[in-house]
């Protein structure tokens, strides 16, 4: 079997096993007692779609802050760019990392060199697992304290160290020249033009990625802007438990927030994280004493919010790539057609067949 095939395969099964655990999950807390928590809470699906606009304005700010000093596009492209990779992120089938593979494109099209894209898309999410996994942290010392139960310090404990020596061991690599290693490989493995170029490119990302990292100032920001995303992220399920009629406080909604976030990432090979968010916020629900069919029809409401963008954004991409398409198709068959023409006339016309021939 082909590696292609594979792989689409196993997105397909990755995204059925999703989709079953999403429905098992439905069917058990009951379709009608769900439909009817997200009903009463519709002043907060409202609140909740207004607000998210805050989240991804800091979003946005990160990775403007890591594109090189002096190589930064305007705020408002680099806004609608992050909307876009986000919204395929969170919808399309290819899971975590189709997302900013696209943003990297994107910044591409919009005339940024190809090392600073790269830069900054690797950088960020550098910053971002590492943010996340503090965030996570902080959501899971929540917990023990809101519910007492100590042995879930066991896990914690254990887990952090090897997410931030995973993050660090990262950074490491990218330090030493990930790129131009990358490049290396894929030029002895194939002897195509193309990919040899690859080899000098790799050594530009990697020149630029140390460059961001001396930008101590970027990213300390970068980093404080990461951090407050996440806890602003939280305010969106902090109002999703107001409007649900829970009692509690913004507490709640960061260990809900922290540790559904720590589960989606560490399940990223599924797409869109079908089941596997919601059964994260029913197992967190539970422990915090939440009913369970609250927690599904919460993790449903963050499904409704990242629809309401994530529609828009894909249609967006669409319209994108298919106007470059056509620019490109129109292009070649105007050039095609022009050559065509030339030919044409140099063949009926014995005058200037006659002038070509003494010229040369």
């Not at 970068?222 to 649900?244: D, N, Q, T």
């Amino acid at each position: 079997m082909k590696r292609q095939p594979f792989v689409r395969l196993t997105l397909y099964l990755l995204a059925l096993g999703g989709a079953a655990l999403f429905t098992i999950l439905l069917l058990k807390e009951g379709v009608q007692d769900v439909a009817s928590a997200i009903t009463s809470a519709g002043w907060g699906v409202a609140a909740i779609l207004v607000f998210h606009f805050v989240p991804m304005g800091l979003d946005t700010t990160t990775w403007w802050l890591v594109f090189p000093r002096g190589e930064r596009p305007p705020f408002r492209t680099v806004y609608w760019m992050r909307w876009i990779g986000d919204s395929i992120t969170n919808l399309a089938a290819a899971a975590e990392l189709g997302g900013d593979l696209i943003r990297v494109r994107l910044a591409v099209l919009q005339r940024s060199r190809i090392s600073a894209a790269a830069t900054s898309v690797v950088v960020n999410i550098t910053l971002s697992v590492f943010t996340q996994t503090v965030f996570t942290f902080i959501g899971l010392n929540l917990l023990v304290a809101a519910t007492g139960r100590s042995n879930l310090w066991g896990p914690a404990i254990a887990g952090a160290p090897v997410a931030i020596a995973a993050v660090a061991g990262f950074y490491t690599f990218q330090r030493l020249g990930m790129f131009r290693l990358f490049g290396s490989i894929i030029s002895r493995c194939s002897k195509d033009p193309k990919w040899t170029a690859m080899l000098g490119k790799g050594g530009d990302i990697d020149q630029t990625v140390r460059r961001v990292y001396s930008d101590r100032g970027s990213i300390l920001m970068c980093v404080f802007c990461e951090m407050a995303s996440w806890f602003v992220g939280a305010v969106e399920v902090w109002i999703a438990l107001c409007a649900l009629g829970i009692p509690g406080g913004f507490p709640q909604a960061i260990v809900l927030e922290g540790v559904a976030q720590g589960v989606r990432s560490a399940m990223f090979f599924v797409p869109g994280a079908l089941g596997i968010q919601e059964g994260g916020y029913v197992v967190v629900g539970r422990l915090l004493g939440i009913p369970e069919e609250i927690c599904l029809a919460l993790a449903l409401i963050r499904r409704v919010r990242e629809l309401a963008f994530g529609i828009p954004g894909l249609i967006a991409w669409q319209i994108i790539e298919g106007s470059r398409a056509w620019k490109n198709t129109t292009s070649r068959i105007a050039s095609q057609a022009d050559a065509g023409a030339t030919q044409c006339k140099l063949r009926y016309d014995p005058i200037r067949l006659g002038q070509l021939s003494r010229r040369f």
